[in-house]
């Protein structure tokens, strides 16, 4: 290996010879795709054919932790701004939107929508009426498709859910109603882009999940529906913490909080102080983070149930527990942290198994942190123990990480952990998502 090959060094972290990586490929691809020794002549700067090099990248991005660019891997041949690999086929005609923001980041998208009064009720004149019926059947789809989500393949729920928006946007685009039904097609709208945008986001695919929160938060608007505006900005929020983008996330938070202000929201309020409090511990901010905190614990008290609008049906005391959990954990404070996650798991135990799966990653974290590796190895087990149930490229890769922690410790508990997440993780791996078109 030369010390200039990117390929080479990030093999070296992982303590891989190439021949490692040929089974890899072997493994995923089929026996006999490439030969034991090919990624020798990769390191001398050689490129694999057709769809190998994406495949190499998402390989090491997932041991990782971290995304590697094929663009990074073979410079030579793939310039920068050479469009991903399609994760999967596309299998619907376009529809064309009803706005596209493409020309917007998520800051400036927010801002707008907090200085800015929102636009007269949609109306449209041309074409059929929309049914009352089919309102009614789109409204009670979107509750069933969240309820699914806890429960089944988050890929086959985008795709569902992104035919049903497809369908609201047509409803939207090509029949006449007006302003009422025009209020709630487009608070459908919104809540079917939430969704799908969520689920991408949920898949690793950042930039498409973005255009999908964009989308989102124009039909909001349009429906005058503030508390769920702010919702989706504040998941905008959670998903630039995702990406290490934490002042966004914190500006984020707080545009989403100050513009829903005044709503009555019930427990949707403590949720986004919640969210603010995850972006101040990313900026390692104990003081912000506590007293954002102490806001959520106080708001999720006072929140009336009644109030709640229904894509908050998922928040409970348990969620809320356990994300401050997750916040005293970015702020290295795992004694802190495992007291709310044990908690928060307790009270989530036969619901909501992704949140599940990941807040038992979150207190495996904070075991290690505190080397207490028999109680992580424990959590770790009850997180690969709902790999069957959950489909999720950042679960995925969360488990990828705590598998290689694993891998330092020289004991039985340690490698029982690793051979186990080899076999789940494996065999189990997320597959390809259908993106379908932007909606």
Known sequence: MTDTSFLASCLARLSWPPERLAREINRRCG?????????????KGSCPRRRLPHIVARILSEQLGEPIAVEALWPQHFPAGTPPLPQGPTHRPPVAPLHLPSDQDPLTASVDWLVTDDPPPPSRSRGDEVPDAAVGMLTVRIQQLRQLDDS??????????????????????????????GLQLHRIIAELG????????DQGMDALSTSRFLNALSA?????????AAYII??????????????????LSRIARKGAAHEDMGIGQALLATR???AHASLGDEAGCQRALEEAAELSRAGRPSCEPPWAYWLTPAVMVADAGRAWLELGRPQ???????????MLKGSQPRNLLLHSASLAEARLARCELDGAAEATADALALTGNVTSQRAHTRLMSLRRRFLRYDSAVAREIVQRAD??????????????RTP
């Open 276 to 278: 603010e409090a995850r």
């Open 234 to 251: 504040s998941c905008m929020s959670y998903r630039a913490g995702w990406a290490g983008r934490a002042e966004e996330a914190l500006r």
């Open 152 to 181: 089944a393949s988050s890929g086959l729920v985008l795709d569902w859910a992104l035919q049903d928006l497809q369908w609201a946007q047509k409803l939207a685009a090509k029949y006449s109603y007006g302003a009422e039904t």
């Open 336 to 346: 802190r942290a495992e007291s709310h996650l044990t908690r928060g798991i307790d």
């Open 194 to 201: 939430q969704l799908t945008a969520w689920l991408t986001a």
């Open 220 to 228: 909001a608007r349009a429906a005058g529906d503030r508390p769920l």
């Open 423 to 436: 076999e789940l993780l494996h065999a189990g791996r997320p597959p390809a998502v259908c993106q379908g």
């Open 31 to 43: 026996s006999g795709t490439i030969s034991s020794k090919a990624p020798y002549n990769w390191l």
